[in-house]
């Protein structure tokens, strides 16, 4: 039987490592659906959320530029509406891949500050790889606190 692509498979076992490379696979594999016609910067993401369950997304653009989409938005909005709410990490794909600040914005809203944070800097031409690891709480400082500002 043909064997899954990895974002569909189950998470095999809870362990950091195969979090890791199971993101780190799910989110070049998305970043091969990027829609950048403008651009030409494709990327890709996935998270996995504390149930296990793995969202991918790629950018999504558009001719009206201001309409264009992060990856990282697409997959956490995607685990949104599947009533996944809280995120274990996130694995963004790209060359030099970080995530922007409107992202980071979002990611903290569902991710808690030990929350992993991982950069593939994958260029789908290229041979190699290089990943770095982070911490959502060190996404963004002084940001913007729900709680704080009374909402
Ligand atoms: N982009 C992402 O998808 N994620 C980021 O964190 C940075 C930027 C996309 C948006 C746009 O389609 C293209 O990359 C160039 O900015």
New binding site residues.
Partial sequence: MAKKPAHKRKARTSGKSSIRTRLIEAAKAAQKN?Y?P??R?P?G?AVITDSGRVFTG????NASFGL?????RVAIFKAVSHGEKAIRALC?A?KS????GA?RQVIIEFAPKDAEIIYVDWNPMAKKHKVTFTKAGKLLPQAFNPSEAGL
Avoid: D, F, L
């Fill in positions: 990027a950048c403008y651009s910067y990327v993401a790629c950018n999504v653009e264009a989409i992060c990856a990282e963004v790209a891949a970080k995530p922007c992202c």
